[in-house]
């Protein structure tokens, strides 16, 4: 028989709690997507990204006069031909030389210029800031008459001084701004605290801040370096002579009015696509870095 204590101390039942509903799903996961509605869409833009650039190897490498599909036998004549008779060599070493002065130009003015639009406040900084971001609205074929007046008085037409400062300044507001930014995620506590230990401002950005810049540099510097190299118009307005023009105005050379030599035109865009590949291939993964670290302000 259960008593009434008994009744009072028995432990209550427990309680049961059912589980809450489930939201319905609004669709389908990622992971339950079929593969082939990934792939077959990137696979289709894949051919056609890689047909120009296997046309371009079938009539720089097959022999001319050919119409095979597939480059065979393989013959490098219209490289050699572009190469020597054609004189490539020369516009390749102009290019460079283009490239790379323009690339240490643009990097060294736009460091000193970011440096001081991440660090100093000023009067006009808001209204320089809209100006550089304005400058890239005006194409350069607008500039190209006052450019080539100012480069004819200071005696700098037909030189490679004129398209290497014509490339440096047009580079220039994109490259500012952007290291402009990178600057402004290094933590401005690192340079008070080398200029505790006894730095000034130049050592300090020196030692602390500039090796923390090298993804924005590189990005910088990648960018100036491959427009300057494929750019036509300042080579064609202001190098008049052969041995100064680079690389773009060279292969214009080889399309005449009357025929077009394509397998040499093919060789030729082999050759000035080759140190571009190159370049990306190296530094993809600072250059990746360095446009996401100067897009915005961390």
């Given at each position: 028989?259960?008593?009434?204590?008994?009744?009072?101390?028995?432990?209550?039942?427990?309680r049961?709690?059912?589980?809450?509903?489930?939201?319905?799903?609004?669709?389908?996961?990622?992971?339950?997507?079929p593969?082939?509605?990934?792939?077959?869409?990137?696979?289709?833009?894949?051919?056609?990204t890689?047909?120009?650039?296997?046309?371009?190897?079938?009539?720089?490498?097959?022999?001319?006069?050919?119409?095979?599909?597939?480059?065979?036998?393989?013959?490098?004549?219209?490289?050699?031909?572009?190469w020597?008779?054609?004189?490539?060599?020369?516009?390749?070493?102009?290019?460079?030389?283009?490239?790379?002065a323009?690339l240490?130009?643009t990097?060294?003015?736009?460091?000193?210029?970011?440096?001081?639009?991440?660090?100093?406040?000023?009067?006009?900084?808001q209204?320089f800031?809209?100006?550089?971001?304005?400058?890239?609205?005006?194409?350069?074929?607008?500039?190209?008459?006052?450019?080539?007046?100012?480069?004819?008085?200071?005696?700098?037409?037909?030189?490679?001084?004129?398209?290497?400062?014509?490339?440096?300044?047009?580079q220039?507001?994109?490259?500012?701004?952007?290291i402009?930014?990178?600057?402004?995620?290094?933590?401005y506590?690192?340079?008070?605290?080398?200029?505790?230990?006894?730095?000034?401002r130049?050592?300090?950005?020196?030692?602390?801040?500039l090796?923390?810049?090298?993804?924005?540099?590189?990005?910088?510097?990648?960018f100036?370096?491959?427009?300057?190299?494929?750019?036509?118009?300042?080579?064609?307005?202001?190098?008049?002579?052969?041995?100064k023009q680079?690389?773009?105005?060279?292969?214009?050379?080889?399309?005449?009015?009357?025929?077009?030599?394509?397998?040499?035109?093919?060789?030729g865009?082999?050759?000035?696509?080759?140190p571009?590949?190159?370049?990306?291939?190296?530094?993809?993964?600072?250059?990746?870095?360095?446009?996401s670290?100067?897009?915005?302000?961390?």
């Open positions: 028989m259960i008593t009434k204590e008994a009744t009072e101390t028995a432990p209550a039942p427990a049961v709690i059912a589980d809450p509903p489930r939201p319905l799903k609004a669709g389908r996961n990622w992971d339950e997507v593969r082939w509605q990934v792939y077959l869409p990137l696979s289709i833009y894949l051919v056609f890689l047909i120009p650039f296997y046309w371009i190897l079938l009539f720089a490498l097959r022999p001319a006069g050919s119409t095979s599909l597939v480059p065979w036998p393989i013959t490098f004549d219209h490289f050699e031909k572009v020597t008779d054609r004189a490539f060599g020369t516009y390749f070493q102009n290019s460079l030389l283009v490239g790379v323009t240490v130009m990097t060294l003015v736009a460091l000193a210029g970011g440096y001081a639009l991440a660090r100093f406040n000023f009067k006009i900084k209204g800031m809209l100006a550089l971001l304005c400058s890239q609205f005006v194409p350069g074929a607008l500039l190209l008459v006052p450019l080539f007046e100012i480069f004819a008085k200071l005696q700098m037409i037909n030189s490679l001084g004129s398209v290497i400062l014509a490339e440096t300044v047009f220039l507001p994109l490259s500012i701004i952007l402009s930014n990178f600057i402004k995620n290094v933590p506590s690192l340079e008070e605290a080398a200029w505790v230990d006894g730095c000034n130049f050592t300090a950005f020196r030692i602390v801040v090796p923390l810049l090298r993804p924005g540099l590189i990005a910088v510097g990648s100036a370096f491959v427009h300057s190299w494929n750019h036509f118009l300042f080579a064609l307005m202001f190098l008049n002579n052969q041995s680079t690389i773009p105005v060279g292969l214009n050379t080889l399309m005449s009015a009357d025929s077009v030599d394509l397998g040499a035109l093919a060789a865009g082999i050759i000035a696509a080759v571009v590949v190159i370049v990306f291939a190296f530094i993809q993964k600072w250059l990746i870095t360095g446009f670290a100067g897009a915005v302000k961390g």
